[in-house]
Structures are given as structure tokens and as C-alpha cells.
């Protein structure tokens, strides 16, 4: 790719872009990615960038369907508009959901979903339009993974092997998906707790393929870290809190042989959901908010170019560099600024409107700016959103705090007024840094720029309209947050009617309940703030060991079983890289050379492009079920198939990991030492560098 020149289609030619097939086929695919990633990003608490999965689909579709003249720019609108979605649905599912841990909402409310969604997902828009000159053009910021969707759109324009690859893991992790969580005739995952030393202690893992994806494509050190947060709260505080204060006792009824995997028994679960959660939400908090203030010289320099972004009137502007003219960019900023305050006046009352009107034209344009900065410099996937969400709910809770108290507003409404505005800014600010690496993705593609964010703006309505029915399909399969369905199930016992949920079966949505217990503790609730401080307390030593705390912080607020299979995607990334580098330079005791780095590359583009695979498959079958559970019933049902024990599971997992590795491994350069040489010299290159990162502290 070095010695490609940019851009891609040269600013003299003009060739098909904005079409009506690529709007047509946009929106299909915007449908399909906000879904799927709304669903993945419940379940885990963690999305991935779409811009890959969706520049591979749509080249997939267009050439598919047999369309003539498929330029590499209809391409690239494509992607831009499904990716879009994805960016939204990661906004909305990190805050909306909040509304029903804190018990304002008994289910989803489509409308008011869309209207946040649209509201702060157009004016993210609209300010990375301004934006796009000074970040992309005069500063030049790498971004990432627009650099790597580029290279996924030049090589479909140039033919590769890469598509027939994601078509097989889309099908596979579909397959995967319906056998799992469709029929039930595996289980979701394999759990054990055994009682050692006067306590019990945990081990299990789920058995997700996108999860194993969502590992392999962070990368070895931050799965690492995620996993070792597991670990430390999962597997080792809960059984110390366990020794010191005793476990609850079981439910009664519960049975260990027949419900054991159920998180190795409610009380272990109970423990870690009531009390070590807690140590990581703390940490998630001083994390989140230590994030930003070490970015800080990044934030100021990214906000200060931001507000010089005018051009020269008189400055000839190619067709590579025709942004959407300024005045509609303003016009349309005032106008979503008009109807949030409308929104606001229409749910909060007309105090809190203004509040929170001032408040979004005061904040958003900022947040935009240190999202789009951000996501330059570190790419979309490490730029820290959630730190950025606490962050702005921690100054809308204070607003709405001082006007709430001076014109008398109850606890409800102020938890309601803050997660709502809060939430304007949170998708306003993860649309920014999406859209920027789409802008750099066009801008060395050779996209015309007021083209392509016309396609951006599309692809935020469809995916604001879409998100709030997928919500609330979800919600009415599944329940989200574990919080939310044992209330509900409180209620359907009081009224005597109704079947009770599976709670177990929860999508965790852990951003949102998190942020549902922060809002909550903020007006009046009562927190754990034993285990929040003891969190902040561990924050701070992940800080000081210049270690990655919003990483470890998530591993401490999710189950372990969830951490594993991440885990193993690192390592398996990790592996495979290696192996590339060892292939071609025969140790990995010195710098790689060239070639090596190449093959590393190489092997690990494509184990991104079948993960994104199986991520879409897995996700999308979960969509799937999702509607028709709340349809025509629940598939397993259909044609009651017994399910099967832990270590049949186990083993079906791993025939999928395994094809995951070659299909992988179909890139690796020719072996030169044997397997096992190869095994153990990779092994203790990765105990060094564990070492190195743990136990070194980096100046």
C-alpha cells in the first residue's frame, strides 16, 4: 500500500458514486450492522468498528447482484453509510438502556430512542464536517482503521481472496449462532465452582465465536488486560469476600446438577453482582475520567485547530475537497438545536429545557472535536467513548442538579433529565470519531466529500430509526441488563400473571448499568461505596503502573466467562502474527524486518476480515431470534432436541475455533523450524513480554 498514490481515483476523474443502488443497498446494510452491533455490544459491552465488515458486504452485495461498473466510490458510500449505524447504535446502547435500570422505563420507548439518536447522531455529523479539512487535510491524522478499510476497498477494486474468506466465517458463525442460541442444542457456555480453602472459586467460560472475534481483533495486550480484570474480580475477589463474609445461600429449589452452569451457582454470582461489580465500576469512573485528563495537551490541540476550520473564500477547491456548503452546516446545526429543545421542553418542562439546550450548544462541538482527534491519532476502537460518557454525565448530573433543586423537581425527574441529555452528547460524540475515519477512508479513495456526508447523514437515520425497534425486540426477547429483568419478573409475580424471564439469558449492557447505578447514586441512591472506593483505589495503581485501566476495569465489571473467550482471540492473534514473523525470519530475538512485518500484516488482515465474519453471522442470528421469539416462539421449542453436556459444548466450540485458526493460517508464509519449535519459541517470546508489561514500569 506504501506505494500506492493518494488518491485512489484522482481529483480530475469522476466516476460513479452516490447512486441510487449504493443508497438502496446502503440503507439494507446500515439495517443490518446497527442491529447486529446493538445486540453484540449488550452482550459484551463492547462493539467493533463496522467500516470493514461493511466495505467487505458491500462489495459482496454490489458484485453479487451482478451490477455493471462497480466503481471502488460507490463502494466506499456503501460502507460509509452501514458503518455509520454501527457508531450510533454504540452512543445509544451505552446510555438509553440506563432508563431501565433505574426503573423510568418499563420497556424501550421506540420514540423517544429515535429522537435522541437522531438528534445527537445528526449534529455529530454536521460537526465533523467541519471538521474534516483541519484533521484530515492540514493535520494529516493517521486514523487507523480508515487507512485499513482503504486497503479492504483497494484490494476488492483489485480482486482477492479475502471476500471468499468472510463469506465462509458469515455462514459459519450463522451456523454457529442458531445451533447455540437458536435450537439450545449446545450450551452457551461451560461453568464449574468447586469449594477450596473455606470458599469457593469459579472457572468457565461462554462459548461465543464473536467474542473470540472481538479478541482477536483488539489485540493480544488489551484482551490481556481485560482478561486479567476477570480474573481479579471474578476468580479471586469474590472468593476472598466469600472467606470473609460467607456466602448467601442458594435459592431454594436450585439443584448443582442440573443448574451448575448457571455461573457456577447464584450465590457466587450473587456476591460478585452485589458486591465486586461495584470495585469495577469505580474503577471504571476515576479510569475513564484519568483517560481524558492525560489527553488532555491532545484534547486542547485537537479543539483549538477545530474552531479555525474556515477556508479561504477565494481558495480553489477540487472535487476531492468540496465539503457541504457551511451555511447548510450551520443551518442545520441551529435547526437540531430548535428541536432538542422542543424534545426537552416536551419531557423535562420548559427550565430543563433551556438547561439542557445550553448545555448541548455549549459541550457537543467539543466533545466532537476530542472524539475526532482522538479517534485520529489512537483509532475508533481505543478511543476511550465510555470515559467520555461518564465524563458528560458527571457535568449534566451537576446542571441538572442546581437548576433541578431551584425549581423543585423530584429524584425522577432529574435521573430522567440527566440520562436524556447526557445521551444527545454520548452519540453526538461517538458518531464524530466514526465519521472521521469514513472522511479519511473518501479522502484517499478519492471520494467527492459532500457526497459521501450526504451518505453519513442517511446512514445516522436509518440507523436512529432502526435502533430503537431493535432495542426494544431485544429487550422483549432477552431483557436487558440482568437489573431490569428481576424487576420485572417482581412485577409479573405481584400480578400474577405472566411468565417470568430467564434472567440468566440478560443481555449485561454493562455501560448502561453502570451509568444507571451512577445516576442513581448521584440523586439519592445508595451505593456500594466500600467496593467504588476500593475500585478507584485499584484505578489509581493501574495508573501509576502506566498499565491500560479502562481495559482492566471492564475485565473486573464483566463475568469472567465473558473475559475468556476474548482472551483467547488475543492470544490467538497474537500467535499468528508471530508465527508470520518467525516463518520469514527464522527467531524472533531481533527487530522484524520488512518482509516479516508484511506477512504479519497480511495474516492478520485476514483473521479481521473472518472475525468481522463471525461477529455479523453470530450477531445477526441473534437478531434473528430474537424476532422470532417475540413472533411465532422460541425455535428451540419447535423440535425439543436434548441439549448437550459441558464437554460435548466444549468440544463443539472448539471445532469452530479451530477452523477460525485455518482459515486464518491459509496466509502464513511456508514453515521453516517445526510445530512444536515454533510453539515453544512463541510461548516464551509472549511470557517476556507479559512480564515486560506487568512487572516494567514505562516512562
Not at 160 to 176: F, S
Not at 378 to 388: A, F, T
Not at 595 to 618: D, N, Q, Y
Not at 652 to 673: E, M, Q, R
Amino acid at each position: 500500500m506504501a506505494e500506492q498514490k493518494w488518491p485512489f481515483i484522482p481529483a480530475g476523474k469522476s466516476v460513479a458514486e452516490l447512486t441510487p443502488r449504493v443508497i438502496i443497498i446502503g440503507i439494507f446494510l446500515g439495517i443490518v450492522m446497527t442491529a447486529a452491533n446493538a445486540y453484540l455490544g449488550m452482550k459484551v459491552g463492547m462493539t467493533v468498528s463496522a467500516s470493514i465488515p461493511a466495505a467487505v458486504m458491500s462489495m459482496l452485495l454490489l458484485r453479487g447482484l451482478r451490477f455493471e461498473n462497480v466503481s471502488i466510490l460507490e463502494n466506499n458510500a456503501v460502507q460509509t453509510m452501514a458503518s455509520a449505524g454501527e457508531s450510533l447504535a454504540a452512543g445509544v446502547i451505552f446510555t438509553v438502556p440506563a432508563l431501565l435500570v433505574m426503573g423510568i422505563w418499563d420497556d424501550i420507548d421506540p420514540l423517544q430512542t429515535f429522537i435522541i439518536a437522531f438528534l445527537g447522531g445528526v449534529l455529530g455529523t454536521m460537526f465533523t464536517i467541519a471538521l474534516r479539512r483541519v484533521f484530515i487535510v492540514e493535520e494529516a491524522l493517521p486514523y487507523p482503521e480508515g487507512v485499513a478499510c482503504t486497503e479492504v476497498l483497494v484490494a476488492g477494486e483489485k480482486g482477492g481472496t479475502g471476500l471468499i474468506a468472510i463469506i465462509y466465517a458469515l455462514i459459519l458463525g450463522g451456523m454457529y449462532g442458531w445451533v447455540v442460541e437458536g435450537l439450545k442444542v449446545t450450551k452457551k457456555g461451560v461453568h464449574s465452582v468447586g469449594e477450596f480453602l473455606g470458599t469457593k472459586f469459579y472457572a468457565g467460560s461462554e462459548m461465543s465465536l464473536a467474542l473470540l472475534s472481538v479478541g482477536y481483533i483488539v489485540g493480544l495486550r488489551i484482551a490481556s488486560f481485560i482478561f486479567i480484570g476477570g480474573v481479579l474480580g471474578f476468580g479471586f475477589l469474590v472468593p476472598i469476600f466469600g472467606l470473609l463474609h460467607g456466602f448467601p445461600s442458594e435459592p431454594a429449589g436450585w439443584d448443582s446438577a442440573v443448574n451448575g452452569e448457571w455461573h457456577g451457582g447464584p450465590s457466587y454470582y450473587k456476591v460478585w453482582s452485589e458486591q465486586v461489580r461495584y470495585i469495577g465500576a469505580g474503577a471504571m469512573v476515576v479510569g475513564g475520567v484519568w483517560t481524558l485528563w492525560s489527553m488532555r495537551n491532545t484534547i486542547f490541540t485537537g479543539f483549538s485547530k477545530a474552531l479555525n476550520f474556515n477556508a479561504s473564500e477565494n481558495e480553489e477547491v477540487t472535487r476531492t475537497d468540496k465539503d457541504t456548503d457551511m451555511r447548510i452546516v450551520l443551518a442545520v446545526c441551529g435547526l437540531i438545536l430548535f428541536l432538542s429543545f422542543l424534545f426537552f421542553t416536551w419531557k423535562l418542562g420548559l427550565s430543563l429545557a433551556i438547561a439542557g439546550t445550553i448545555f448541548i450548544a455549549g459541550v457537543a462541538f467539543f466533545f466532537s472535536a476530542v472524539a475526532g482527534y482522538i479517534a485520529g491519532v489512537v483509532g475508533s476502537s481505543n478511543s476511550p467513548v465510555s470515559g467520555m460518557t461518564i465524563a458528560t454525565l458527571m457535568f449534566t448530573a451537576a446542571l441538572v442538579y442546581i437548576v433541578g433543586s431551584i425549581i423543585g423537581a423530584d429524584n425522577s425527574t432529574m435521573m430522567f433529565a440527566t440520562l436524556i441529555i447526557a445521551s444527545v452528547v454520548a452519540v453526538n460524540a461517538a458518531i464524530a470519531g466514526d465519521v472521521m475515519q469514513d472522511l479519511k477512508t473518501g479522502h484517499m479513495v478519492g471520494a467527492t466529500p459532500w457526497r459521501q456526508q450526504i451518505a453519513e447523514t442517511i446512514g445516522v437515520i436509518v440507523g436512529a430509526a432502526v435502533i430503537g425497534p431493535v432495542l426494544l425486540l431485544l429487550n422483549n426477547a432477552f431483557k436487558i441488563t440482568r437489573t431490569h429483568c428481576e424487576a420485572s419478573n417482581v412485577k409479573i409475580i405481584e400480578a400474577g400473571e405472566g411468565e417470568v424471564y430467564n434472567c440468566d439469558e440478560a443481555l449485561l449492557a454493562p455501560q448502561a448499568d453502570l451509568i444507571g447505578t451512577i445516576i442513581e447514586s448521584i440523586f439519592g441512591g445508595s451505593p456500594n461505596v466500600e467496593m467504588l472506593i476500593l475500585g478507584g483505589l485499584i484505578a489509581a495503581l493501574l495508573v501509576w503502573r502506566k498499565l491500560p485501566v479502562m481495559s482492566v476495569a471492564i475485565g473486573i465489571y464483566l463475568p469472567l466467562e465473558l473475559s475468556v473467550p476474548i482472551f483467547t482471540g488475543g492470544f490467538i492473534h497474537y500467535f499468528v502474527t508471530n508465527l508470520a514473523i518467525l516463518r520469514v525470519d527464522g527467531d524472533l530475538s531481533e527487530k522484524p524486518t520488512k518482509p516479516a512485518m508484511k506477512a504479519a500484516e497480511e495474516v492478520t488482515s485476514r483473521g479481521v476480515l473472518i472475525g468481522a465474519g463471525f461477529i455479523a453471522g453470530e450477531s445477526l442470528v441473534g437478531v434473528f431470534i430474537a424476532l422470532l421469539i417475540v413472533t411465532v416462539g422460541e425455535p428451540s421449542k419447535w423440535f425439543n432436541i436434548p441439549q448437550l453436556g459441558q464437554f460435548p459444548t466444549l468440544m463443539f466450540f472448539f471445532w469452530f475455533v479451530g477452523v477460525f485458526i485455518f482459515l486464518t493460517s491459509l496466509s502464513l508464509p511456508k514453515k521453516i523450524l517445526s510445530l512444536g519449535e515454533e510453539i515453544v519459541l512463541i510461548i516464551n517470546r509472549s511470557i517476556k513480554r507479559l512480564y515486560e508489561n506487568i512487572m516494567t514500569k514505562k516512562h
